[in-house]
Structure formats: structure tokens, C-alpha cells
């Protein structure tokens, strides 16, 4: 069996917003509570677990997703007005890139996470 992530924790500020935020623009399935987080489903392998913490760091979370994917989810940021950029230090700057000859846009949730989108993986030194 191959080894799988099954699930991480996203610390926010509001567990209920959080996960219906990542429902709506990713288009993850939004399952809901268990224990006392709130769940959302990224695909057969995958949940995100919605916690409320007062105080946390920001975290990065990527997701490489399909071509279509990518323009269904862009079009929702761009139908929210949420801000978007062409890399991590430059998240807001309305650009998307074309690394590795796909697509890829950064954005915030609305607990300052730093969320990717990309069509192609990295190029890794040594592959």
C-alpha cells in the first residue's frame, strides 16, 4: 500500500467560515463536524480538519489541480474579488504564472493562509 496524507489540521480563526470558504472556491466537498472539527473533503484521500485556535502561524497550502480546475476556481476568486498573485511574495499582485509551462495563482483564506493553485508540479534538481 502506498503511503497516503490523510488528513492535516488548518488552524483558524472560525471553523465554520474556514471550511465552507475552501467548499465554495476549491469545490472541495464540505462533510462537517467530527469531533470538534469541522471537515472538508479534498479528494478519496485527503481532508482538511477545521480547528479554532486564538493564535497560529500562517500556513502554505497547495493544490495542483487540472487545467479546467484552474479556470473554475480562478473564476470564483475573480467572481469574489479575492486578491490573487504570480508567487508567494507577491500574492496580491493580480498575475497568475506560467511556471514549467502551466498555470499558477497564490491567495489568502481568511486566516492569512497562503493558498496555491498549480497545473504543473516543480521541477526538481536531480529527477
Same mark, same amino acid.
Given at each position: 500500500m502506498a503511503i497516503t496524507l490523510n488528513h492535516t489540521i488548518v488552524p483558524c480563526l472560525n471553523k465554520e467560515e474556514s471550511a465552507q470558504f475552501y467548499s465554495r472556491i476549491f469545490g472541495f466537498e464540505y462533510v462537517g463536524a467530527f469531533s470538534h472539527?469541522?471537515?472538508?473533503?479534498? $479528494? $478519496?484521500?485527503?481532508?482538511l480538519d477545521f480547528d479554532n485556535r486564538d493564535k497560529f502561524d500562517s500556513n502554505h497550502y497547495a493544490f495542483k489541480v487540472s487545467e479546467q480546475e484552474f479556470d473554475e476556481i480562478f473564476g470564483r476568486l475573480q467572481a469574489e474579488s479575492i486578491r490573487y498573485g504570480s508567487g508567494p511574495m507577491t500574492s496580491d $499582485?493580480?498575475?497568475?504564472?506560467?511556471?514549467? /509551462? /502551466?498555470? /499558477?495563482?497564490y491567495f489568502r483564506d481568511p486566516n492569512g493562509h497562503l493558498l496555491e493553485i498549480l497545473t504543473v508540479d516543480y521541477e526538481m534538481p536531480g529527477q
Open positions: 472539527f469541522i471537515v472538508v473533503r479534498v $479528494n $478519496n484521500t485527503l481532508c $499582485n493580480m498575475e497568475i504564472n506560467h511556471n514549467y /509551462g /502551466g498555470r /499558477g495563482a
